[in-house]
């Protein structure tokens, strides 16, 4: 079955760092794009970036550069969003989603259920 | 960068015609395309390349464009349609995307 499973909701501190996951399988992990999508409570999606496993190339929105790092480990089909020192406005449901890139299409065509990170002291 | 325009909501009777707009000069230039997103669940995917609905989604969402503005219509609305509409974009490289602002559609 074609799918990304995200891992489990987060608890964290302010100033902790976090690291969540998003595996894939049923189709070729390298030769598709993953992104990152933001979701705070209540609100709409917000895109954060976006990596090719095959070569690592990664791609951030402006508003999140600098604020996380997004990375993949081809080997093990997954991909990874992580903070360094989480605050409280990370409080946010995370997506990954796979991006379909053809012919001038950019459009995310599977996504993962989604990660709950809940900052707070 | 630049943002994409949703009506914020969007309330429709049961076999009525929804039509969702969103607007930005850039979509006179790019494509959008098309989420639902339901109720505690993540989004899916409902029309792409302007028109074309993926395997799964109803007949009834279709997608249209005309100038600065991308329109997705729900023919024959039904309660299980209820749910969040975004449009999404991205500039032709590939670089930068946008989520539209977001439409709640109720179904009365």
């Known amino acids: 079955e074609v799918q990304l499973v995200q891992s489990g909701a987060e608890v964290k501190k302010p100033g902790e760092s976090l690291k969540i996951s998003c595996k894939s399988s049923g189709y070729s992990f390298s030769t598709y794009w993953i992104g990152w999508v933001r979701q705070m409570p209540g609100k709409g999606l917000e895109w954060m970036g976006i990596i090719y496993p095959g070569d690592s190339d990664t791609r951030y929105s402006p508003s999140f550069q600098g604020q996380v790092t997004i990375s993949a480990d081809k080997s093990i089909s997954t991909a990874y969003l992580q903070w360094s020192s989480l605050k409280a406005s990370d409080t946010a449901m995370y997506y990954c989603a796979r991006l379909t890139a053809v012919a001038g299409h950019w459009y995310f065509d599977l996504w993962g259920r989604g990660t709950l990170v809940t900052v707070s002291s | 960068s630049y943002e994409l325009t949703q009506p914020p909501s969007v309330s429709v009777s049961p076999g009525q015609t929804a039509r969702i707009t969103c607007s930005a000069d850039?979509?006179?230039?790019?494509?959008a395309y098309w989420y639902q997103q339901k109720s505690g669940q993540a989004p899916v995917l409902v029309i792409y390349?302007?028109?074309e609905r993926p395997s799964g989604i109803p007949e009834r969402f279709s997608g249209s464009s005309s100038g600065t503005t991308v329109t997705l219509t729900i023919s024959g609305v039904q309660a299980e349609d209820e749910a969040d509409y975004y449009c999404?974009?991205?500039?032709?490289?590939?670089?930068?995307?946008?989520f539209g602002t977001g439409t709640k559609v109720t179904v009365l």
């Open positions: 850039a979509l006179s230039k790019q494509y």
């Open positions: 390349k302007a028109t």
């Open positions: 999404q974009s991205a500039d032709n490289s590939g670089t930068y995307y946008v």
